[in-house]
């Protein structure tokens, strides 16, 4: 079974400082893999997605992140942080084959940013 | 309305009450989900539907019983909860369950006394 690891629940930054959430999964192969990011009383927002192809995926409020398979990570980096990015943020995969396995995303815990001015 | 909507956002219900969670749609998807989150837990998946054919039920309790009657509006009928079914329940959709970008609502914060 696919399984998502975030190492940290809370994380606090300065504004302005670099930033990356870490983000382990557990998966017999390269699963889909995204990054989620939830503010308080609000669902979740897509920020990024990664399918194949190119490692470094850009997404949306100017965040990142990189898939190393050989770490079996994805790890979402911002360089600049804005007090904006305060949230939760959740990394998830899901399985690339198909059958009884798809629309199954498995989420990580969370890691809770919280933004220092 | 746009998105994924949600209704309603709050409830407070007593175990002995039957209530319904309301989720629409208004991306032209095909698959819904419904998700439970509760605090220091992972989001759970609840169930999928495909094309309004459920095809994902992630071992929930029968108190729960979802109804999707189209491909826009998925239902969540609760009768006699316990207080640990207090909880974030969120829905989501998505183009088909083969693409898995999901699409979420805002959630409804469910109490039960």
């Known amino acids: 079974a696919q399984s998502v690891t975030q190492p940290d629940i809370h994380i606090t930054v300065s504004e302005g400082a670099s930033l990356e959430l870490r983000c382990n999964y557990s998966y017999g192969a390269t699963p889909y893999l995204f990054w989620y990011v939830q503010s308080p009383g609000q669902g979740l927002q897509l920020l990024l997605k990664y399918f194949s192809g190119d490692t470094l995926v850009q997404g949306i409020k100017g965040f990142e992140a990189e898939f190393k398979r050989s770490q079996s990570s994805f790890n979402l980096r911002k360089p600049s942080v804005h007090w904006s990015d305060a949230a939760e943020y959740f990394c998830a995969v899901a399985p690339n084959a198909g059958g009884t396995s798809y629309g199954k995303l498995t989420f990580g815990q969370g890691t809770i940013l919280t933004v220092h001015p | 309305e746009t998105g994924v909507t949600q209704t309603p956002r709050h409830l407070v219900m007593g175990m002995t009450n039957k209530k319904s969670l309301k989720c629409e749609q208004h991306?032209?998807?095909?698959?819904m989900y419904w998700y439970k989150q509760s605090a220091k837990k992972p989001l759970e998946l609840m169930f999928v539907?495909?094309?309004?054919?459920?095809?994902e039920n992630n071992s929930v309790p029968s108190r729960f019983s979802p109804e999707c009657p189209n491909s826009s509006h998925l239902f969540l009928h609760l009768h006699t909860l316990q207080p640990e079914d207090s909880a974030l329940y969120l829905c989501?959709?998505?183009?088909?369950?083969?693409?898995?970008?999901?699409?979420f609502g805002p959630g409804t914060r469910l109490t039960v006394l």
């Open positions: 991306l032209g998807h095909n698959a």
């Open positions: 539907y495909n094309f309004k054919e459920q095809t």
């Open positions: 989501a959709s998505s183009q088909e369950t083969r693409f898995n970008e999901q699409f």
